[in-house]
């Protein structure tokens, strides 16, 4: 017998009050990635920051906000508190427990800054060593699933958020199938399919 880690009991309790007061529902969009890839090779050379999938999607998320505010939004009682900006989490898990920091107002950053807010909070995932600030406040949470072949993933919402988007590694075709799960008491599956093809034509827009 042992004990979970620290980290690991944090996430074992948002996973429990998830699955005990969120009806979530899911559905996931074929996407190609292959020019969104490049793109971020092209933009790693110019801002000299390293852009992966993790960048390229929370920015798409980010530019999302002002037209799909419900998927930024908190749900309280029967009442809907609507957010100011795209306070993006995403997940890290480096081995040391996972972690889901937050870019903070991520539309209104720019891809260099972005990048750099990453770059720290991977660094600091290697020891936990975080903020407070850097771990609250998400509205919308990114969840990568980008290595060892995961063709599809479900994320569970996280409390106090209305969407989680599972980001998949690409095939040898380009192609990943990106799934998004969502609050039903906030959001009906057109309104979902609507934001998923929005993020789709800003992704594979991309080149």
């Not at 002002?66 to 609507?82: N, S």
């Not at 870019?103 to 660094?123: C, F, Q, V, Y």
């Not at 995961?150 to 980001?167: D, E």
């Amino acid at each position: 017998m042992r004990d979970l880690p620290k980290a690991q009991r944090a996430v074992a309790r948002a996973v429990e009050l998830s699955h005990s007061t969120i009806p979530a529902a899911y559905l996931a969009v074929r996407m190609d990635l292959a020019g969104a890839i490049e793109h971020a090779k092209a933009e790693t050379r110019t801002v000299r920051r390293p852009i992966g999938l993790a960048e390229i999607f929370v920015q798409a998320v980010a530019g999302l906000h002002e037209r799909f505010p419900l998927f930024f939004a908190t749900l309280e009682g029967d009442r809907i508190r609507l957010s100011r900006t795209a306070d993006i989490g995403v997940t890290l898990d480096l081995g040391e427990g996972l972690y889901v920091p937050v870019l903070h107002d991520a539309g209104g950053r720019t891809t260099k800054e972005l990048a750099s807010a990453l770059m720290r909070h991977r660094l600091a995932a290697t020891t936990g060593d975080f903020r407070p600030s850097d771990l609250s406040g998400a509205n919308f949470v990114v969840t990568l699933h980008t290595e060892g072949g995961v063709v599809m993933a479900i994320p569970f919402v996280f409390p106090g958020t209305a969407c989680a988007l599972a980001v998949t590694a690409p095939g040898q075709d380009g192609g990943a199938d990106i799934g998004l799960a969502y609050d039903h008491r906030l959001i009906n599956g057109r309104e979902a399919a609507l934001f998923m093809h929005a993020l789709k034509a800003a992704v594979e827009g991309l080149s």
